[in-house]
């Protein structure tokens, strides 16, 4: 019998891609620098009107999309997104 495993694109830390054998668990916005769940209604609604899925990436994990650079969606992700708001802030004022 041949088995051929699925492989996964995704973004690792370093904002390099790579294949995985597990998928991503959250998706992201190649030039909005923003990442959400897979089922992000914002994501969704920004897919069904075309244009969105060319810069479509994909992360393992929060950890590895957050080194990447990327942000958390205010949409899917409020609390997270919150937490990022206040730091960025933070770091504004102690300027």
Known sequence: MNTVSKQWR????????????RPGQLGGHRRSRIYGRL???AALQAI???????NRVFFLNRADAQAAGYRPCAVCLPQDYACWKAQKNLAASSQ
Do not use: E, M
Not at 10 to 21: E, F, Q, R, V, W
Not at 48 to 54: E, F, L, N, R, S
């Open 39 to 41: 089922d992000c209604r």
């Open 48 to 54: 069904a009107k075309g244009g969105y899925v060319k």
């Open 10 to 21: 995704l973004i690792g830390a370093d904002g390099g891609s790579y294949d995985s054998d």
